[in-house]
């Protein structure tokens, strides 16, 4: 794999918006001038609430690789109960980022040599009015922390366009919050 290319896994739950979160990140991320961006969704027979992942890249040039990641830079998780049932660190590479929707700040986890950043995304987006189970918006904004690789505000205009006629006001607040109560770990 080229190292120019940023590899993220994400992990959630069928019916949280993994894919819908990764394609946002997508195009928030060709719209901010990287010329290779791959989304490549893992369908099989997921149900809701069952564990899924997707992957996405994102380089500054042209990928070709169009296949699932194995060795992650980065790993979103949806649901921080996932880290019982899936090794969401298989593969990943050392010096990580794993971001996790959590109640618990980032110093309960511990992975060594891992950045571990955490948001209660569930009660985020409670407060601004989303229906339970409606994280995924909440999820971009501990991204844009977590990472710094896209700036918040392209974030929130591709959560505008994606949402548009669906309560955009409610998921660009989600993810405004989230980015702005995402709780930093040491590395270990």
Known sequence: MREDIIQIRWHGRGGQGAITAAKIVASAA???GFAGVV???TFGTERRGAP???SLKISKHKINDLSP???PDMVVVFDHLLLKEVDVTNGLKEGGIIMINSPRPAA???YKGMNVFTSDINSVASSVGLPPGIINTGVIGLF????GLLDLEPLLQAINIEFEGRNPEKNIEAA???????MIGESR
Do not use: G, Q
Not at 176 to 182: D, G, K, S, V
């Open 144 to 147: 844009a922390k977590a990472t």
């Open 52 to 54: 899924v992942l997707t």
């Open 30 to 32: 060709f719209s901010s």
């Open 176 to 182: 405004r919050l989230a980015y702005e109560n995402t």
């Open 69 to 71: 990641i194995t060795e």
């Open 108 to 110: 309960d986890y511990s």
């Open 39 to 41: 989304m490549t969704p």
